[in-house]
């Protein structure tokens, strides 16, 4: 393997990787697509192994590519941090827009903020959650926390951590609770679970799967409903353990394999700003000292 790899070569593979396509690399870089392919041709080269693999639809990161893509985004990262001090040095200013899905939100993500605020007085934040998915490539935010890996295109995405769940109910609901006779697991629970709009989460599935072919007693388009039906004793939900937690609810299964995982994705094109990059470490510090809590093992 040659050791001789040039600066260019790396924004050219993370073009590729986030774009798809040559032409969206280009466009993006602003260079020639031909330009381009000679540099990837020789970034593979340098490296002795395949990045991507070549459809008909655009490139898709081999395992190699797979591996080498978090290594070349701390690169670039790197090499932010080294043009942009001065930038640093003169104070974080403006508004950043962060979407997000409430029940991170409201628990976990906006308590944080007061320390951000703290070290960055002038810095302005905007947390837009809700059922409405907001499209990055748009533009309709600088910053998504998402649980469903983000589209290909033109965007930094980094894997936060992962959420576990869990079975709950209340103590009241689970010292109420009649054991089935025949064997049949949950044979006479009560179960909330998700509006049929949401049957391809994990969650529901799981639920479903168990109730075979039963109604809940109560479906709905929310966790924070689910949440309060089942602090209110309604019956068992599967539920986040660190939202569970929080509520006072009774885990009674656990690894139930519905686990998510959490990513945050920028726009590539943003990732140089200052007021992005400190939130985004904001959320990376965050996450990763909550992590062991969101995956329900503290």
């Known amino acids: ?167 709950y109910g209340s103590a009241g609901y689970l010292a109420a609770r009649r054991v089935g006779e025949t064997g049949t697991p949950f044979e006479h629970d009560d179960f909330i679970g998700w509006a049929e709009t949401h049957h391809h989460l994990p969650a529901a599935k799981w639920t479903l799967r168990i109730l075979r072919g039963r109604p809940c007693r109560l479906e709905t388009n929310t966790l924070s409903a689910q949440l309060a039906a089942a602090t209110a004793g309604m019956g068992l939900a599967v539920l986040p353990h660190f939202l569970a937690r929080q509520a006072g609810l009774v885990c009674l299964m656990t690894g139930l394999g519905v686990e998510q995982p959490i990513w945050l994705a920028m726009q590539a094109d943003l990732a140089h700003s200052w007021r992005v990059r400190v939130v985004a470490d904001h959320l990376i510090d965050l996450f990763s000292a909550q992590a062991a809590i969101l995956r329900g093992e503290a």
């Open 1 to 167: 393997m040659s050791l001789l790899v040039h600066w260019d070569d790396a924004r050219v593979f993370l073009a590729v990787a986030r774009c798809g396509t040559l032409s969206g690399a280009a466009e993006t870089l602003k260079i020639g697509i031909a330009t381009l392919s000679r540099r990837l041709d020789r970034l593979e080269a340098a490296l002795g192994v395949p990045l991507f693999t070549r459809h008909q639809t655009g490139y898709r990161l081999t395992d190699d590519g797979e591996a080498l893509l978090d290594r070349a985004e701390r690169l670039e990262l790197a090499g932010m941090d080294f043009f942009e001090a001065p930038d640093a040095e003169r104070g974080v200013t403006g508004r950043v827009r962060l979407a997000t899905a409430e029940n991170l939100a409201n628990p976990l993500i906006v308590p944080s903020l007061g320390a951000l605020f703290a070290q960055h007085p002038a810095l302005q934040v905007e947390v837009v959650s809700g059922l409405n998915t907001v499209n990055l490539h748009r533009r309709d935010a600088d910053l998504a926390v998402r649980m469903v890996r983000p589209e290909a295109g033109n965007l930094t995405i980094k894997r936060l951590g992962t959420l576990g769940f869990g079975l």
